[in-house]
């Protein structure tokens, strides 16, 4: 593909940027219909309890309270619904507990959504749902995944038997058995993979309106797609799709976590129905915590078989994932998602990998950054470290002796993954060699000479991007000569006006800023894939090149008239089209505006669907600093070299890598989501959550080590996911590194907060000393 001066490889500055910065997005907060009214949520203060409402006449009463809705009035509404439910080991789809939208006549979690009330204002709906008189009858509740199938844990679903969601494995316990029983080493390893709460900087709020007279709903809500809730919600209120619009204007973050249906949404369109004016909710920090989906949460045991030189024969996976207490959106489908990539960029010849899904009494757990394949990479980055210190190997070497090499490609998995292409050890080297890690007993030394320790540690990593689904969207021309793309992605920061405005630049060789992004609003397009898996830029800017395509030759045709040339004849340059080889040209809005152009020729279709996933790789490689006397840890460097295809904008992927990293580091040293045996959720606010601040965060050094993907028309990967799949193993195992070197220490669990170091310290300085 030619290049072009704003299209694909260029580094163009964020379109959006001075419209965010200067206080000129807006949000769904921002959004007041006239005459609007405010919900409020009333949830359970337990996590397990049977409850009665008594008589809601005083509530009724209240100064502006227009609505009251507990679970008995709304019983034919339908339960919120599981889109990924998983089969067991022998072929039986899992049992579907019921969502419901409000619970009736028991919680099953802290936060679980009790009653609603809709007044006049936000103060008055709160008074209101404080004074809801709910007589609790507390149960006993079981929130440790640890304990969870101990005989006598307390059942979330009594009906089944057992908290187990479902059961079932890659590969088998056979298959894996003969090359343990051959193997010269092997090595175990069990780590937590820690809850995360997402805490994006926008919370959720969403406005539901009706209209009587079409009997059409209107949601509008900060989202990842809005066809997928538009769908979801048609089953819940049991209507018919066409009859719910669904808007999302601008996202202040997502992470997977605003993909899913909620069980707000659905209550505000019957509110908003049932009062005849708009009702809105915005949710506070601590409705975050207590009623958006969390994140990650498994306790996992692995097993590496090796020859005696060091090469990986066979792999063992036991994965335990805490589901919560309802089964979220996408929720089941996670953990399995983990063990399809469960022998990352190694070639591995046998893999047993056991999921076990399991229900607790606290918060439902879904898809977050990465979903799965940082559980799955974590692990395996893990267990290799293990690998090689139980074989006195390099770290680097142990990797490059396993890793799938170039020729090998196009590579099958034992988990029915197929790799297109890789150069796994190339992108290895590269990043070893930008973080200096030949000179590093040197800087290892100066900290020792201030009483401090020092640790390197590095990961490599493959993942699965940019499946399933595809997207059919439109490149217009507009009368005015610019141009508008309509897609079903949606961004939630990310910068997909830019990079979309780039695709249509590549083609028609126009500045960015004359394309406009619609995206968001069901009533533009009917159909869209929305944002998850990194796909906006592998599946969406295939759409969006292929409508650019197809809108040329369509305004090639327009041209020939005017120009008296043939289409063939005709070329795109300089924001027009002209007649090959000389100056005889027509602009863009000169065609618009012609009499021969229709709208239908003046709207270029796209339609693109993913064949197989894209697979991004690459390794990161972290350098820390610990001071033994309080714990603390300090990235000092940190290095990436990644692999993504074809870049479609340099800066806007830098963006992404930073982001992710940024989270990975979240999880490795600071968010931990605590909650009590009685399964109160300890860590509700910023005062005991911890989340990364800038000061947290290096400078990073980040290099590309591209490879055209063979399964994408324009050889590109998606790349929104894969900073926080490699950051988590990189970080944990430079502190482990640290730690190892001065006391010995070859484990700890995330996330390595300062108490948590000390801890492992003292733990081995006091081993030492009865030694």
Known sequence: ????????????????????????????????????????????????????????????AMPGVRLVLTAADITHLGGVP?????????????ALPDYPVLANGEVRHVGDAVAMVVADTEEQARVAAETIAVTYEEQKAIVDLDRALDPSAPLVWPDLKSNIAYENAIGSADSVAPFFKKAAHVVSLDVVNNRLVANFMEPRAAIGEYDAASGAYTLTTSSQGVHGLQGALAGILKTE??????????????????AFIYREYPLLLEAGKRAGKPVRWVADRSEHFLGDAHGRDNLTHAEMALDKDGKFLALRVDI????????????????WLAATMATGPYDIQAVHARVRAIYTHTIPVDAYRGAGRPEAAYLLERLVDQCARALNMPREEIR????????????KTHTERTYDVGEFEAAMRKALLASGH??????????????????????????????????????????????????????????????YAQMVAQHLDVAPERVKVVQGDTSVLPTGGGTGGSRSIPVGAVMVSRASEKLVEQLKELASEKLEAAAADLEIADSAVRVAGTDRAISYQDIARSSSATPEKLKGNGEFVPPDATYPNGTHVCEVEIDPDSGH?????????????????????????????????????HERTIFSPEGQLITATFMDYAIPRAADCPNFSFQT???????????????????SIGAAPAVMNAVVDALRRTYGIEHIDMPATPARIRAAIAGAQKTKQAA
Request: glycine share 14%; proline share 6%.
């Open 705 to 723: 080590r591209n490879v055209p993907s063979t399964t994408n028309p324009l050889g590109l990967k998606g790349a929104g996911e894969a900073g």
């Open 82 to 94: 599981c889109l990924a439910p998983m089969p067991n080991a022998d072929g039986k789809q899992m």
């Open 633 to 669: 840890v300090d990235i000092v460097r940190y290095s990436v070299c990644d692999d993504f295809g074809v870049t479609l904008n340099p800066l806007l992927l830098e963006g992404q890598v930073h982001g992710g990293v940024a989270q990975g580091i979240g999880q490795a040293l």
């Open 320 to 335: 335990r994932t805490n589901l919560g207490a309802y089964l979220s959106q996408f929720g089941p489908y996670i953990p």
């Open 438 to 499: 030949k000179d590093f007993a040197g800087r290892e030394a100066m900290s020792r000479a201030t009483g401090k320790i020092r640790g390197l540690g590095f990961a490599s990593y493959i993942e699965c991007t940019a499946w399933g689904e595809g997207e059919n969207g439109f490149v217009n021309l507009e009368k005015d000569g610019t141009f508008t793309v309509l897609v079903g992605t949606q961004s939630n920061g990310q910068g997909h006006a830019t990079a």
């Open 400 to 411: 490059a002796k396993n890793f799938v090499r170039p020729e090998q490609m196009p590579y």
């Open 1 to 60: 593909m030619k290049p072009q001066k704003f299209g694909i490889g260029q580094p163009v500055r964020r379109l959006e940027d001075a419209r965010f910065i200067s206080g000129a997005g807006k949000y769904t907060a921002d959004v007041m219909p006239d005459g609007a009214l405010a919900a409020c949520f009333l949830r359970s203060p337990h996590a397990h309890a049977r409850f009665t409402i008594g008589d809601l006449a005083e509530v009724h």
């Open 241 to 258: 799709a066409s009859k719910i619009r669904v808007v999302t204007p601008d996202v202040g973050g997502g992470f997977g976590t605003k």
